[in-house]
């Protein structure tokens, strides 16, 4: 019996659900993933197909991830390859678009090759692994991103008093002057953070992880939305997520994590965040390795 992945339950709910949801998913026989666009920083959206630039770019690789990723596919080929082409699209229809305010994403998948099952990642989505015996870990590209995030969090809102003060995030010059300067940073050799967008270069610096299965196991593969239940809120530890998204399924974790946004926490004074809700994608898988 060859490895396979078997896709057991999967969610995706925007944060605001008057605005678009900026994440995308998608699987084939040999992969499952969540690609997480990175909220535009922007003066003006420049890609009008999806309701943001966010939406434009992890649509784009969604859709190239599932056509081109087989289990004998290099990612890191494709990944240039698909970032080369959104490049070429958006710069062409777009000329003098300002660094902090070009589209990218984070993304985890789960790539199924011939000598075994992988983790392969840029940013901040992770996925959560529950081995047959109960082991479990966590696995994602950037560990420490979570605790910078929330320590970036935790200072904007000293300076505003709340999550929604002032316009939120965006709207506080000097919160928008930060993350600007951040993101123009990224996808390159000054900052480190390599994510999925118009910077082909990013490729080169994928993360890739085997993941050595002991029997059949079972993962979440999702956007730093969901996975804030466990590194956040820490309402769970990864093999207890796990564990819960079997017998309960995804749906009701969601619910769980919108109550501590809107209702536990909305002003982020006790876990502290830019948004009060994200966008939020998870995908349960089950896997089985070749016998």
Request: glycine letters at 8%; hydrophobic letters at 35%; charged letters at 25%.
């Given at each position: 019996m060859t490895s396979r992945i078997t896709i057991l339950d999967t969610i995706s709910d925007p944060g605001n659900p008057t605005k678009p949801n900026d994440d995308s998913f998608g699987y084939n026989d040999a992969c499952a993933f969540v690609i997480d666009g990175a909220t535009g920083l922007g003066d003006r959206q420049y890609m009008d197909e999806t309701g943001s630039d966010a939406a434009w770019i992890a649509r784009h690789f969604a859709r190239g991830f599932e056509k081109e990723i087989t289990s004998d596919s290099s990612v890191a080929d494709v990944a240039r390859s698909l970032s080369l082409a959104a490049r070429t699209e958006f710069l062409g229809r777009n000329e003098s678009v300002p660094r902090f305010a070009w589209p990218l994403s984070a993304f985890a998948m789960l790539h199924q090759r011939p000598d075994g099952f992988h983790f392969v990642g840029l940013g901040d989505s992770c996925l959560f692994l529950l081995q047959e015996d109960g082991a479990a870990a966590m696995h994602m590209a950037i560990p420490g991103a979570y605790q910078h995030?929330?320590?970036?969090?935790?200072?904007?809102?000293?300076?505003?008093?709340?999550?929604?003060?002032?316009?939120?995030?965006?709207?506080?010059?000097?919160?928008?002057?930060?993350?600007?300067?951040?993101?123009?940073?990224?996808?390159?050799?000054?900052?480190?953070?390599?994510?999925?967008?118009?910077?082909?270069?990013?490729?080169?610096?994928?993360?890739?992880?085997?993941?050595?299965?002991?029997?059949?196991?079972?993962?979440?593969?999702?956007?730093?939305?969901?996975?804030?239940?466990?590194?956040?809120?820490?309402?769970?530890?990864?093999?207890?997520?796990?564990?819960?998204?079997?017998?309960?399924?995804?749906?009701?974790?969601?619910?769980?994590?919108?109550?501590?946004?809107?209702?536990?926490?909305?002003?982020?004074?006790?876990?502290?965040?830019?948004?009060?809700?994200?966008?939020?994608?998870?995908?349960?898988?089950?896997?089985?390795?070749?016998?």
């Open positions: 995030e929330q320590n970036q969090a935790r200072k904007h809102i000293a300076r505003t008093g709340g999550i929604t003060r002032e316009g939120g995030a965006l709207g506080n010059s000097e919160t928008l002057g930060l993350l600007r300067q951040h993101r123009e940073q990224q996808n390159s050799p000054a900052s480190g953070v390599w994510t999925l967008g118009l910077v082909p270069e990013a490729a080169d610096h994928l993360v890739s992880e085997p993941l050595p299965i002991r029997g059949k196991a079972h993962a979440i593969i999702c956007s730093d939305g969901f996975s804030d239940l466990a590194v956040l809120y820490a309402t769970y530890d990864p093999a207890s997520l796990v564990r819960t998204a079997r017998t309960k399924g995804l749906r009701p974790m969601l619910d769980e994590l919108r109550r501590f946004e809107r209702e536990i926490d909305p002003e982020g004074l006790r876990y502290p965040r830019y948004k009060q809700s994200d966008d939020t994608t998870a995908l349960l898988v089950e896997l089985t390795p070749s016998a």
